[in-house]
């Protein structure tokens, strides 16, 4: 099965809010993945959760299309679909970027400024909490306690935890990111060239 | 059921483990905490180190991982056994270390005592952990193997007595067990304190055969992480508790509800059921006997209030996570409409022990009324912060000075706020206080899940009440128009007060009259709980609210819209770029005359050239309300 790549979407652009919506061709890969978890499971609401859990941990979000596929296959209303995704955390409605920042904003985090990190992740990056970059390379959340309160401020940075982040700091984590991915364009067009 | 099987069954399962553990006491074992904490520290680079220096020497040792010892500020930590020497105990460990450790210690003999924190053993060379006030107070009932056993390994938990509780359990009857319980007072450690034996025998004896029991693992309060660390740490331990929990009560299924945040506490879970299965404690006829009982993980979703019974029940039923009225309790119709068991992690965990040694043996810790131990993940601005274990009745003042080693750097102390969301603020003032479910409560704290949180003079006690209402308010799950909209009401005011944007003192009566409210009109403890922190913090610090009310002022130099960054150029040395090469935005200057200063139209307040500023000057302050600065600007002219 074809694998999600990421960058099929279509970006409307209402005002300063991005919502991204998958391509037709997406849209059909986004139901067979979908249709391939649902195989896996009976259709009991108790398995609700957990077949939303299995969707996010494949898709990385819960595409509208899927919530439209579980809810008919489960024989429930679409909205007591969405109901749940909304009303939980831990689920997405948009696709995550490349790259995700997760700000901690526990108790300790935030009393020696986590929200002075969260501010410059928002300043740099020109979008808010809980959204993409336009070119999806990066998103931002906010995560409560990750357990690592001795290193307060924290970000977790995709898996990796980073402690004390400072401003200073979250411009070093995007520059090294930036590098990253120059290095890997480069390397692409070196390919390229060698291919010729 | 014959006795004779089952203790012939632990038997064997104990010879195993400890013939297959022999091995470890005959050469050096290195042991590196990657729990999370440990994780974030650079524990992983630290194992792989020490894997490849003793390979590269061809060295006959053993790297193992272990859990979180909590000392949570020394981390990566690294114990060290060798055969001949107690064992060692290191903090910060770092490649440079690693490489001294493998040559000096591994190799010649010298265990390096000017890095060992502490010895683990007592012995005639080095202090142990009683030797420090902090080992003094500390006593461990369930954090006792954290960290000192390989989480992922069945056989370092059953060779410490592991299942040893259980084995017992299945010789008994149910109402024998039951009786135990019961007469160790254990009380509910997620919150409430409600007495875990009533709880159970009401399970036991509601009508029925299909029951469950569940672990509440769903850890809500921003500044806590015990719950996940005993998971990541020692796993079996709860997975004994629950067994006989289930044993008691007549259930034959049962469930950890376990955040979904937690991923490395939910793969070591199961693990450890899968190894449990394998050595016949979960499944069918468990030990040789004719009892029946499994387990299953379900992850949470994220959301506050499922940590509340009903709500979590719904949300394990595919519903959204909203509480619902009771009676019916739990016990008498819980998950399927069944009567079900709910305990925290750390309730389940004492009781292994509990069955072990005694219910007498339990209470001779802690308090008449609270017995036991207490588990609080110290944060905040102490200096060694981490996971402690203390006796109930030990008092604020000893956790926060002697346990906790005090505020760093010459602060003074303002509060530590206990129990979370639902919690207080507590000052100076009530230091003294036990800490005892009862004695917090009458203080208007509680103890809540066990997050602890010191706060100094640089923390505003305005900002951090809001802080915790803006959470509560954001998990409301919405079905109480007064947890729902009260709360945003309070929210409204208290981020006016710390904007300077409230002229009016009645608006803390306001506060007052809409948290009484809430508290009256709101069906769970999310909602009834959530003025706590506002409240508290009225009671004792009522200057402070005064301060941002009337004067714009906030004393603690935090709220960033009372607040305003200057460069004192008596202070400022000139030569120096630190400052303006740590501002993100360009705000910070150097003028004609070569002093630096700040344009405070671009300043976002990030504190980066207060901290980049050498401390020999000093040079940057914070001063509120901000219109000093244009005073101190004019006086320089
Ligand atoms: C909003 C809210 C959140 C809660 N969160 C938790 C939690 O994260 N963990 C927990 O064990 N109990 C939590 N509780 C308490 C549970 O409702 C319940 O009292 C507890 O799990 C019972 O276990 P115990 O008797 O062992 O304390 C919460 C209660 C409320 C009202
Ligand atoms: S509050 Fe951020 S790690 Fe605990």
Known sequence: MQGVTKRHYVIISKGDVFVLKPSENEKEIIIEHVAEILGGWRADRENLIPILQDVQDRLGYLPGVAMEKIATAMDIPAVDVFGLATFYNQFRLNPPGDHQFKVCMGTACYMVGGNIAMDSFKRRLSIGEGDTTPDRKFSLERVVCVGCCSIAPVVVVDDMIEGKVTPTRVDGILLAFEDKHQKKDDNKGNQGQEGV | ?637
């Not at chain 2, 034996?197 to 299909?210: D, T, Y």
């Not at chain 2, 004719?290 to 519903?319: H, P, Q, W």
């Not at chain 2, 750097?409 to 509060?415: N, Q």
């Not at chain 2, 009645?506 to 809409?514: G, H, K, M, T």
């Open chain 2, 1 to 637: 059921m014959s006795a004779i099987v089952i203790e012939g069954y632990y038997a064997g399962l104990k010879s195993k483990a400890d013939h297959k553990l022999l091995p470890l006491k005959e050469k050096p074992v290195i042991w590196v905490g990657t729990a999370t904490c440990g994780k974030a520290a650079g524990a992983i680079e630290v194992r792989e180190a020490f894997k490849k220096e003793i390979k590269s020497r061809g060295l006959d040792a053993e790297v193992m991982e272990v859990g979180c010892m909590g000392h949570c500020y020394a981390e990566p930590l690294t114990v060290i056994s060798k055969p001949g020497f107690p064992p060692l105990c290191y903090g910060h460990v770092d490649e440079g270390l690693v490489k001294r450790l493998v040559e000096d210690f591994l190799v010649n003999d010298d265990p390096c005592y000017e890095y060992a924190m502490v010895a683990l053993e007592p012995n005639d060379i080095f202090p142990t952990l009683t030797d420090f006030p902090r080992g003094a107070y500390e006593e461990k009932i369930i954090l006792e193997d954290c960290g000192f056993i390989d989480p992922e390994d069945i056989d370092h938990y059953i060779a410490r007595e592991g299942y040893a509780a259980l084995a017992k359990v299945l010789t008994m009857k149910p109402e024998e067990v039951l009786e135990e319980i019961k007469a160790s007072n254990l009380r509910g450690r997620g919150g409430a304190g409600f007495p875990a034996g009533i709880k159970w025998e009401a399970c036991r004896k509601s009508p029925g055969s299909e029951k469950y029991v569940i672990v509440n693992a769903d850890e809500g309060d921003p500044g806590a992480f015990m719950d996940r660390s005993i998971l990541e740490s020692n796993p079996h331990l709860v997975i004994e508790g629950l067994i006989i929990s289930a044993y008691t009560i007549g259930s034959s299924r049962g469930y950890f509800y376990v955040r979904s945040e937690y991923p490395q506490a939910i793969r070591r879970l199961e693990t450890a059921l899968e190894q449990a299965r394998e050595k016949g404690l979960l499944g069918n006829s468990i030990m040789g006997s004719d009892f029946n009982f499994d387990i299953e993980i379900f992850r949470g979703s994220g959301a506050f209030v499922c940590g509340e019974g009903t709500a979590l029940i719904n949300s394990m039923e595919g519903k959204m996570g909203i509480p619902e009225h009771r009676p019916p309790r739990l016990a008498e119709s819980g998950f399927r409409g069944k009567p079900t068991l709910l305990n925290n992690v750390k309730t389940f965990a004492y009781v292994p022990a509990i069955i072990r040694k005694g219910a007498d043996w339990f209470k001779s810790t802690g308090t008449s009324k609270s017995p036991g131990t207490a588990v609080f993940s110290l944060v905040g601005k102490v200096g060694n912060s981490g996971l402690v274990e203390v006796p109930m009745g030990t008092t604020l003042r000893q956790l926060v000075y002697d346990v906790g080693e005090g505020i760093p750097g010459e602060k003074k102390f303002k509060a530590v706020q206990i129990g979370g969301p639902s919690g207080g603020c507590l000052p100076e003032s009530a230091l003294d206080v036990p800490i005892d479910f009862d004695s917090l409560h009458e203080a208007g704290a509680i103890m809540g899940s066990g997050g602890l949180v010191i706060l100094d003079e640089d923390d505003c006690m305005v900002a951090i009440a809001r802080y915790f209402l803006e959470f509560t308010q954001k998990e409301s799950c919405g079905k109480c128009t007064f947890c729902r909209l009260g709360t945003k009401h309070m929210l409204d005011i208290l981020t006016r007060i710390t904007k300077g944007q409230e002229e009016d003192l009645a608006s803390l009566d306001i506060l007052r009259e809409l948290a009484e409210d809430i508290e009256a009109g709101s069906l769970c403890n999310l909602g009834k709980t959530a003025p706590n922190p506002v409240l508290t913090t009225i009671r004792y610090f009522l200057d402070e609210y005064k301060e941002h009310i009337v004067n714009k002022r906030c004393p603690a130099l935090m709220c960033t819209d009372l607040i305003a960054f200057y460069i004192a150029p008596e202070k400022c040395s000139k030569l120096c770029n630190a400052c303006v090469g740590s501002c993100p935005t360009e705000a910070v200057y150097t003028r004609e005359d070569g002093l630096k200063a700040i344009n405070q139209d671009k300043c976002v307040k990030c504190n980066n050239c207060l901290k980049a500023c050498p401390t020999e000057y000093s040079a940057v302050i914070k001063l509120s309300p901000p219109e000093l600065v244009v005073e101190k600007e004019r006086e320089q002219k």
